[in-house]
């Protein structure tokens, strides 16, 4: 955990005290002790410090809360087939880890429609994997995620309604000729701060012909990741920090 | 799985019989009828397809196998402090699936001492993650994985024999100056092919002042992979894939 994260709720008075696996982390893991300063934040809101003012048997009570930074996002949103139950668990964390706006979970032909019924989409078992991921980067954005069952519905009417917030869409895609490199320009983070750039990643097995031809319809660009196959929780990180590069150089 | 992999002594008669998970996975998921040809290799060999000529309840027979293409690695070597054991067996597949050469596992510092006494630390079960990574990338490549539990002879003995390896050693590092692409040229992957990049990947918590200083004594240059913390399973994904960015521009 690489920041203490409080609800805005929470942050109404000048002192603020936890009990849940928070407190057990402070005690247990950073062993802190009154006085020291801690990094934490507000989610969806800014951070920066508080300092340790009691510490209970299972309690932390905080004072001195400052936060005022706030971090910027890679303005990224991705729509994802909603992959098996425990890979769902990993890529939550990553997505809040990266910093993503919106993930938009979908179908597809190769998603199993008993993905759809597991627990691990449950909200509060969502937020708490979201949370997870922010406290492992030391952010406080939280991505929105959003459910779609049914394919054409999301391809015909609600992904066209998105696709003009999108300066650059990608589609993952094995077998596509073109790189992430042909698709995002160089340097593509300066210019203007509300260009957004969605990704898309399919299933395990990949997208079929006739979803690739609806996104491209849509405007996606698909591109390949090379020759080696990876999975999802690889998949992420590694399309998500290629992006951060190319925009960066 | 994305290939079925063979060890050379399976691959001596003509037509070869599978009883183990490879069987179960065939019969079970890919649910392949005789007739099929499936994607297979041999492990640290070519790899190329194979016929299925029988299935029983518990085993799959191949003929014609004819491994014949042999596949590139990318060149890189990895240093990594040791992880938790969870996070072990993840790195270890991803390893195996990103292609790395040889995988250096050493002490630090803020490594648990606990963790070089873990059972994932077993050379079976370190070959059947390794197995795992290359079976869902679909190559056949094996990587060498070392135990190094003291970090003193490391840096001082070991480390320096193999320096002269690498054309590029660059050192994963919060808070450096320099990005990965200040270390590695773009297009690097052209020139000369037996030009190795060693990537050095430290514990959660980093390394200390000492260890960054060991390093750059070797002539690892530090460089940061920007401001949210990763976790070391999405740290190897994120490096290895901005790494074939840069060398593919």
């Known amino acids: 955990m690489n920041i203490i994260l409080f609800s805005h709720d929470e942050l109404k008075l000048p002192t603020l005290t936890v009990e849940d696996y928070r407190a057990r982390h402070i005690i247990k893991i950073i062993k802190a002790q009154p006085g020291d300063i801690l990094t934490t934040g507000e989610i969806n809101g800014p951070k920066g410090t508080s300092r340790i003012l009691h510490i209970g048997p299972n309690s932390v009570t905080f004072a001195d809360i400052t936060h005022t930074c706030i971090s910027s996002r890679p303005q990224v949103d991705l729509v994802m087939a909603l992959p098996r139950p425990i890979m769902l668990k990993r890529v939550l964390a990553q997505v809040a880890t990266f910093g993503i706006d919106h993930l938009f979970l979908i179908n597809s032909n190769r998603v199993e429609k008993s993905f759809f019924s ?29 459910i779609h069952k049914r394919f054409r519905p999301f391809i015909e009417d609600e992904l066209p309604e998105h696709m003009a917030d999108y300066i650059h869409c990608g589609l993952a895609h094995p077998g596509a000729i073109a790189q992430l490199q042909d698709i995002i320009p160089l340097g593509s983070r300066n210019r203007g701060s509300s260009a957004k750039t969605l990704l898309i990643i399919g299933p395990e097995g990949g997208w079929v012909e006739y979803e690739v031809e609806k996104f491209t319809e849509c405007g996606a660009k698909p591109f390949s990741m090379g020759e080696r196959i990876l999975r999802v929780d690889s998949v992420v990180p590694a399309l998500l920090s290629q992006l951060a590069l190319l925009r960066s150089m």
């Open 118 to 146: 597991s627990s691990k989409l449950h909200p509060e078992k969502m937020h708490s994997r979201l949370i997870a991921g922010l406290e492992q980067a030391g952010a406080t954005a939280l991505p929105t995620v959003s």
